[in-house]
T-cell receptor, first 113, second 113 residues
């Protein structure tokens, strides 16, 4: 069965510090992987996605993620966090023909000044 | 361009009442879906549709009903509300032609007393 695990519920980093949010997935076929961000009271916005090819993908707002098949991971990274990055981040795997998605439980990011 | 529009944004129900959450998209996306978001559980798929007249169950379909008579609209019905259905509900649309990105509405916060 498909599943997505985000082991960190809350993370706090200082502004300017680097960030890595972890995501592990379980999926029988080639995964289509996504990271979404949710600001308070808002819907979700796509940060980046991986389908195939280069395992390091770049997204919006300076985020990147690396797909590691051997570890079933798709971790999100940012070299230098800004206060505006404080939000909740969701990893997701797409199943079928892009009509079903399975989400992790989310990681809330706090940014210290 | 409105994107995905959900109404109402907030609703309070009593146990046993029924209601419909409305969702409309103007992007001509073939896929639409409903998710519920609960603290610590991420987003869970309730029902989804791959086109007008075609719907299917997701992870947590019990207590909810859907239909899709047009490409644009995908209402979610609660037939007899229960406190366990207190949640934030998100409607989303997607298409295979844009590599699977989900476009979300702003959410509907439902409280069942």
């Amino acid at each position: 069965a498909q599943s997505v695990t985000q082991p960190d519920i809350h993370i706090t980093v200082s502004e300017g510090a680097s960030l890595e949010l972890r995501c592990n997935y379980s999926y029988g076929a080639t995964p289509y992987l996504f990271w979404y961000v949710q600001s308070p009271g808002q819907g979700l916005q796509l940060l980046l996605k991986y389908f195939s090819g280069d395992t390091l993908v770049q997204g919006i707002k300076g985020f990147e993620a690396e797909f590691k098949r051997s570890q079933s991971s798709f971790n999100l990274r940012k070299p230098s966090v800004h206060w505006s990055d404080a939000a909740e981040y969701f990893c997701a795997v797409g199943a079928g023909n892009f009509n079903k998605f399975y989400f992790g439980s989310g990681t809330k990011l706090n940014v210290k000044p | 361009n409105a994107g995905v529009t959900q109404t109402p944004k907030f609703q309070v129900l009593k146990t046993g009442q029924s209601m419909t959450l409305q969702c409309a998209q103007d992007m001509n996306h073939e896929y639409m879906s409903w998710y519920r978001q609960d603290p610590g559980m991420g987003l869970r798929l309730i029902h989804y549709s791959v086109g007008a007249g075609i719907t299917d169950q997701g992870e947590v379909p019990n207590g909810y009903n859907v239909s899709r008579s047009t490409t644009e609209d995908f209402p979610l019905r609660l037939l007899s509300a229960a406190p366990s259905q207190t949640s934030v509900y998100f409607c989303a649309s997607s298409t295979s032609h844009n590599t699977g990105e989900l476009f979300f509405g702003e959410g509907s916060r439902l409280t069942v007393l």
